[in-house]
């Protein structure tokens, strides 16, 4: 976890204008996501993208590849040439695969270069209705009643939106049948239609099935409850204390990527960033915006690398 408040706000001050970075050449810069398209982080990254182009001057292309909980894109984005042509937006994923994963093909720290934070995603717990809860307590009460009765959706094996779930039924003891998805897109249209009971996505990805009562918000799983639910208590105030996971979301290259291109990277997104337009409809969909330097970047992804495996090995997790 780290402190959003030390990171918003170095774009705000030394924002430069648009299109104030371009490279020679105006080659497109290709950005690869390592999850599925529709997924929260996805949405977040696009909002970015037009003023990041403007700020670069070069075409900017994204390519979702999702897979392994985000392995197998984060596997390209680390063989990409360090040309400041080719890079990534990683999620949480990317600190928790460590500890899932036995075979991780790269060292998800040594093998990158962080370029710069960009933001934090609440994630919200919900249930489809026809669970019939509408608490925390609620569910916990049902699924003591039926031990492994209640299923419950997820991105993926090891991914953050599985780990928020079982950390929840770690702490209160109890017992839910995962259903993991190959990605976030499906998973959360299947809970919308009742396929699945339970699980946590992105809650700005969320806001509009809660609204519209398609889905019932039980708990936000940050240590306060957020700007976008204000009326959504967090999972800690419900009973479940210490429970605390938030996503974020970052920017790297391959690992040697030259100091220059880092720099013009880093200044082209803080300057997307402090685009009013960009940085209000991130904040209106919920996100957090957390720019940073390349070494707060490393700090970030470092510190949450060495508490999710410490998160995993408390509950016990294991991938096969």
Do not use: C
């Amino acid at each position: 976890m780290f402190d959003r408040r030390s990171l918003f706000g170095l774009a705000l001050g030394a924002a430069l204008p648009l299109r104030a970075f371009a490279q020679p050449g105006g080659q497109p810069l290709r950005i690869i996501l390592p999850l599925q398209a529709g997924a929260a982080v996805d949405a977040s990254a696009r909002i970015v993208t037009d003023s990041l182009s403007k700020a670069l001057g070069r075409p900017v292309v994204i390519e979702n590849l999702p897979g392994a909980g985000g392995v197998t894109g984060t596997t390209q984005i680390v063989r990409a040439a360090p040309d400041g042509n080719t890079i990534g937006i990683v999620s949480t994923n990317h600190a928790v695969n460590p500890a899932i994963y036995p075979n991780v093909p790269f060292d998800s720290l040594e093998d990158i270069t962080p370029i710069t934070m960009i933001g934090t995603t609440p994630l919200v717990l919900m249930a489809h209705p026809s669970l019939g809860v509408k608490t925390v307590a609620e569910l916990v009460a049902a699924a003591k009643a039926k031990p492994g009765a209640i299923n419950y959706g997820s991105s993926g094996n090891g991914t953050i939106l599985h780990l928020a779930v079982e950390l929840l039924a770690n702490k209160t003891g109890i017992k839910l049948q995962h259903v993991p998805y190959r990605g976030a897109g499906q998973f959360l249209q299947d809970l919308v239609a009742g396929q699945i009971q339970l699980g946590v996505f992105g809650e700005n990805g969320a806001a509009s099935y809660i609204k519209s009562g398609a889905l019932v918000a039980l708990g936000v799983t940050t240590a306060k409850r957020t700007s976008l639910s204000p009326d959504v208590p967090t999972i800690a105030e419900q009973g479940v204390p210490g429970y605390e996971i938030e996503g974020w979301f970052a920017a790297i290259g391959p690992k040697n990527l030259p100091a220059k291109e880092v720099e013009r990277l880093n200044a082209a997104f803080q300057a997307a960033l402090a685009d009013p337009k960009t940085r209000d409809t991130l904040i209106a969909q919920g996100n957090a915006v957390t720019p940073s330097t390349p070494a707060q970047a490393k700090q970030v992804i470092g510190d949450s690398i060495a508490t999710y495996a410490a998160l995993v090995k408390q509950i016990g997790l294991k991938i096969e």
